[in-house]
T-cell receptor
Framework: AQSVTQLGSHVSVSEGALVLLRCNYS??????LFWYVQYPNQGLQLLLK??????LVKGINGFEAEFKKSETSFHLTKPSAHMSDAAEYFC????????????FGKGITLSVRP | DTGVSQDPRHKITKRGQNVTFRCDPI?????LYWYRQTLGQGPEFLTY????????KSRLLSDRFSAERPKGSFSTLEIQRTEQGDSAMYLC????????????FGPGTRLTVT
């Protein structure tokens, strides 16, 4: 069975500081990986995805993530946090060739201090 | 391009009542997914459709839950004899076809069972 782990429930950074949100997956076959962002009372918005090819993927709003098979990780980073980045972030995985249903981590709430 | 829409956005009901939610996917998308999200957790897969065919149901989907997508367009999710444990955000997502792993989410329906 596939699982996604996001350690910690809350990360707080200062505006302008580096954002690092961690995600590890557990799967016998490397899955397709995604990061979604959720603002209060809204649905999930896709930030970026890794399916095949380049392991460093760039997404919207200056975010990027690197797929590291040896570490079974897909951490999300942004060089400089902005106040508007405050939201909940979810890492998700889908098994390739299957029904593409997403398995989500528990999510991490990002706070940005002025 | 209108996104995924869900109706209603909020529903408060008394225990034992039946409720029905509607999801309208992006028009050219063949796949439609339902997820449930409880407080502090990531979304959990409930079921999905390829056109009008319901291809997989999670064990989370008890006999009180039923979903339909009668003409391969909009979908409904009905919960019969609601229980307090059904209180959650119900999210709908759609994707273009089985080769696309990008799922686009609606704003969700927040159900509160009193």
């Amino acid at each position: 069975a596939q699982s996604v782990t996001q350690l910690g429930s809350h990360v707080s950074v200062s505006e302008g500081a580096l954002v690092l949100l961690r995600c590890n997956y557990s799967s016998s076959v490397p899955p397709y990986l995604f990061w979604y962002v959720q603002y209060p009372n809204q649905g999930l918005q896709l930030l970026l995805k890794y399916t095949t090819g380049a392991t460093l993927v760039k997404g919207i709003n200056g975010f990027e993530a690197e797929f590291k098979k040896s570490e079974t990780s897909f951490h999300l980073t942004k060089p400089s946090a902005h106040m508007s980045d405050a939201a909940e972030y979810f890492c998700a995985a889908a098994r390739s060739g299957a029904n593409s249903k997403l398995t989500f981590g528990k999510g991490i709430t990002l706070s940005v201090r002025p | 391009d209108t996104g995924v829409s869900q109706d209603p956005r909020h529903k408060i009901t008394k225990r034992g009542q039946n409720v029905t939610f509607r999801c309208d996917p992006i028009s050219e998308h063949n796949r439609l997914y339902w997820y449930r999200q409880t407080l502090g957790q990531g979304p959990e897969f409930l079921t999905y459709f390829q056109n009008e065919a319901q291809l997989e149901k999670s064990r989370l989907l008890s006999d009180r839950f039923s979903a339909e997508r009668p003409k391969g367009s909009f979908s409904t999710l009905e919960i019969q004899r609601t229980e307090q444990g059904d209180s959650a955000m119900y999210l709908c997502a759609s994707s273009r076809d089985k080769s696309s792993y990008e799922q686009y989410f609606g704003p969700g329906t927040r159900l509160t069972v009193t």
